[in-house]
């Protein structure tokens, strides 16, 4: 690690550098080596009120400052995303374990919904709606909702963070993040640097590094914050949730999935393999849109299971800083212990392995399973590693009713030779995203994203961002005299 990241393994509050005032370090560690990258004593609950107040003082004058103004901004983090890109490709791989090919996936994407920022600065409108009232004007303002807490996730934390903080910038909000805290540089203070050097003011942008188990609640109940943008498992998502209800915060819970692709029996064989394994082995599987099932006409069955195996059988898994890697490490060892134990159990309920991969440390070889009972409750689960359960079925009805057995509702693919076909069987699907003739993990800027049943509430991207980040607000003006009956 360079020194440029490792000065970055402090607190960010009102445009200061600073330790956290906490008892404890959290250790930044590389999953795959266990190198320790960066050593960051905790913030406290006084440093959470500090950053909410520091943003809420901010928010009103960059909120009058106008969109040109919060466009520039924008528009210089994005030429520093772009110069310092081999940089953070750099942080990306060793504080997360990932490979090559997927910080260059996460970097485009994070480029991608830059631009997309920069534009949705001038996006708000202010309307006017007609009246039933003589004289009467009514005026309809898009308002920035004031200061918007972003807790986000350890598998794309550069992304994510991103997806929430410039859109909130952009539309005259304050912020700030809390990063998980195994990826507390990619996901809050490299964020943060890129900010402060494109010139956004002080306070705007905070970053609190800490834990639950010294904060507790303090970070989503905090009075200042009007919406809480979490995305992480459902289970946490739920309290999230809860706790937000109770002071009538808005929440976008971006939450967990237990994606299926399907492959129907007119489908081309060999892309359906293809797309079948980016979708799960993509970042070793730590996607919340990942196929954690593969479902496949059982017309076509054989042939289809004896090519992915052989694909999958073909992944390199490793180190990965080699460009070769395509498997890195899981990012801690509860996660591959997870994984492992998941293996475990299908085996004992009577799964045959096709691929069985060994774990070593962090580093998780792909699996795949088949044979797994239809009441096993892995299959409704999410699974957010590099195994994989392959299931045959008879006909569509049997696969739409086992694509939709989970509790889960987030994303999908079919492949089939009929394009109007997969349309049809995607609408039969309970979930928020499906896609035809592709892969399952599928993210763009213009498009709503967020799922369905325990994978989620509110939408991101594209329009749905407005209602996410802004109010609106009624002013009426009154031409004339109104009437009143006393």
Known sequence: MSSYFTDLAQQYIDGEWRPGTGNWDIIDCNPYDGEKLASITIATVDEI????RAAARAQREWASAGAFARRAVLEKALRLVEEREPEIADVIVAELGGTRLKAAFELHLAKEFLREAVNLTTRP????????????????????????????????????????????????????????QDTPLTGGTLIAKIFEDAGLPAGLLNVIVTDIAEVGDAFIEHPVPKVISFTGSDKIGRHVATVCAGQFKR?????????????LDDADIDYAVDAAVFSRYVHQGQ?????????????????????F????????????????????PLINSSQAESVSATVEQALAEGATALVRGTTTGNLVEPSVLTGLPADSPLLRQEVFGPVVF??????????????????????GAVHTGDVERGVRFAQRIDTGMFHVNDGTVHDEP????????????????????????????????QHGRSGFPF
């Open 309 to 328: 195996v052989a694909k999958v059988r073909s992944l390199k898994a490793g180190d990965p800083s080699d460009p070769l890697t395509v498997v890195g």
């Open 446 to 477: 213009l498009v709503p994203f967020g799922g369905e049943k325990n994978s989620g509430v509110g939408r991101l991207n594209g329009e749905t961002t407005l209602d996410a980040f802004t109010s609106l607000k009624w002013i009426s003006v």
């Open 390 to 411: 392959l299931l045959p079925f008879d006909g569509e009805e049997e696969a739409v009713r086992l694509v939709n057995d989970t509790p889960y509702g987030l994303s």
């Open 251 to 263: 929440v976008i819970l971006e939450l967990g999935g237990n994606s299926a692709l399907v492959v």
């Open 49 to 52: 009120d500090q950053a909410y």
């Open 125 to 180: 409108e202010t309307k006017i709606l007609p009246s039933p009232d003589p004289g009467k004007e009514n005026r309809l303002y898009r308002v920035p909702v004031g200061v918007v807490g972003v807790i986000s996730p350890f598998n794309f934390p550069f992304l994510l963070s991103l997806k929430s903080v410039a859109p909130a910038l952009a539309l005259g909000n304050g912020v700030v993040i809390k990063p998980h």
């Open 287 to 307: 996607v919340c849109m990942a196929a954690n099932r593969v479902l496949v006409d059982r017309s076509i069955a054989e042939e289809f299971t004896d090519k």
